[in-house]
């Protein structure tokens, strides 16, 4: 693949990248659904490139077709290959020898090494560190935590992401081979650890599930403390299985996440009608 760095006469202006940045950003989960994803996304983002670069209408139907193909990744760090793929139009534009299917091998080749570095990065890791600080100052009911994170988050993905689409429009194919080579598996490696440690972090600070069950002998006193001999045993020992039950279900049993907190419910409501739980709530 030849790089689509060029000296031709046509050049994306800054304010046509900007317009076609943010909408990616507003709208890369356009019409989404099952059968095309985030396509009609993509394909809206790269409008005013198409425009820009081709004035024929005709020309224009031609480039576009490019993008009909269907693409779905990490929408954060997806905005690299829309910028890369920009400076890949604008090469083609120019009478570099890029066809729409050199286009499209490069967006497919790209979709899973994103999706594998941005899940494990921002859901993994960024999104569980900025809500765990959030969680600490919302501590008696403060808004304070909210207004953290709805504040950082919008301006770390906004900013985050024009970034990534200009630094993907300024590399063009160069980026390509980080991506897809030796050193971006390392680094998607490198990530899903620290995004596992981090999870185990956020897990052990803020999940706790401890059981109230007490036996009772005939004068009413109590011989078995069950939480305490668990306690004694291996502090946490409920926490991890129902975390343990959680994972088996959504990865092995591919149970959504809405239907696992529908089943934690039922068994929630189970273990406080036998006694095993105590909700602490008064009447």
């Known amino acids: 693949m030849e790089t689509t760095q060029n000296t031709g006469s046509k050049k994306i202006d800054k304010k046509t990248l900007s317009h076609s940045f943010n909408l990616w950003f507003w709208g890369a989960l356009t019409c989404f659904s099952q059968e095309h994803m985030q396509t009609f996304g993509y394909m809206s983002s790269m409008l005013p490139i198409i425009r820009k670069l081709y004035p024929k209408h005709d020309d224009q139907v031609e480039a576009i077709q490019a993008y009909t193909a269907f693409f779905n990744t990490n929408p954060m760090l997806g905005s690299v290959i829309v910028g890369i793929t ?43 560190i900025l809500l765990g600080i959030a969680l600490g100052m919302s501590t008696d009911g403060s808004p304070i935590g909210a207004i953290f994170y709805i504040v950082v988050w919008v301006l770390l993905a906004y900013f985050g992401q024009r970034f990534l689409y200009f630094r993907g429009y300024s590399l063009g194919d160069k980026a390509v081979g980080f991506l897809v080579g030796k050193q971006g598996a390392a680094v998607r490696y490198a990530i899903s650890i620290v995004g596992s440690m981090v999870v185990g972090g956020v897990l052990a600070s803020w999940v706790n599930v401890t059981t109230s069950l007490k036996l009772r002998g005939a004068n009413g006193k109590v011989f078995l403390n069950l939480q305490d ?55």
């Open 86 to 128: 920009a400076s890949m139009e604008e090469a083609r534009a120019n009478g570099k020898e890029i066809q729409g299917d050199t286009i499209n091998d490069m967006r497919a080749g790209l979709m899973g090494p994103i999706a594998g570095i941005g899940d494990s990065l921002i859901d993994g890791t960024l999104i569980p």
């Open 229 to 283: 001999k668990i306690d004694s045993i291996y502090p946490g020992l409920l926490t991890v299985i129902i975390t343990l039950f959680c994972w088996w279900l959504m990865s092995r049993k591919h149970v959504s996440a809405i239907w696992t907190m529908l089943i934690l419910v039922v068994v929630s409501f189970i273990g406080v009608v036998c006694g095993f739980f105590d909700p602490g709530l008064s009447y």
